[in-house]
């Protein structure tokens, strides 16, 4: 069976980055691992963050694609944020970095946000036509509120590593949530978020 060696370079470049990390990883680090020259891998790949490039292209998308209509899909578009927070680790803490080196990671970063803000909002709106969040206060203040949550997902890594302890991402939208919720959204939540507590009441953790 003939060799991918394009596809040998993304899948042991994956796996070394997550392992150490994006910084800590070596474009001659990842040829070593595959048993392949150097020159033979810069051939595919002229620089390291265009390995990272074609990682985000082929990686597949499993926010969902239309606003969420209850609470518990609302929980599970913050479920899959903090879930792909876990899986690409290395990413998100080099989030800043990568985006200054690459347009292209630049522009997949707009892309994922537009499309993230754009359905929770959404979903927030849907969700106020049910009773379950209160309308705006002012113009523009679901935005603000999805900002914080999407703005805490991109960070909540290296804001753990910097706190010095491992909490839950999904907590922390929920609490940052809990303002717009109104009494029915809060009975309503604490079913699907074990995190809050008696009437949708953050818990201590």
């Known amino acids: 069976m003939k060799r991918d060696t394009r596809q040998d370079i993304l899948n042991t470049a994956q796996t070394l980055f997550r392992e150490k990390g994006y910084n800590a990883v070596s474009v001659g680090e990842i040829a070593a691992a595959l048993g392949i020259s150097k020159g033979n891998l810069t051939y595919y790949f002229k620089r390291k963050e265009a390995i990272v490039e074609a990682l985000l292209e082929c990686a597949n998308p499993t926010f969902p694609q239309d606003p969420p209509q209850t609470l518990a899909q609302l929980d599970a578009c913050l479920r899959d944020m903090e879930q792909a927070r876990e899986n690409n680790a290395f990413y998100f803490r080099s989030h800043t970095q ?58 909540w890594l290296p804001f753990c590593e910097i706190k010095g302890e491992v909490s839950s991402f999904r907590t922390q939208a929920w609490s940052t949530l ?28």
């Open 178 to 205: 809990h303002p717009l919720l109104t009494e029915a959204g809060r009975q309503a939540v604490a079913p699907i978020v074990p995190s809050l507590g008696a009437g949708g009441t953050p818990a201590d953790p």
């Open 98 to 155: 990568l985006g200054q080196l690459s347009e292209k990671i630049r522009a997949k970063q707009r892309e994922v946000y537009r499309r993230h803000s754009q359905l929770l909002c959404q979903g927030l709106a849907n969700l106020a036509a049910q009773g379950l969040f209160r309308r705006e206060a002012f113009p523009g203040e679901y935005v603000r509120v999805v900002d914080t949550v999407f703005l805490t997902a991109v960070y």
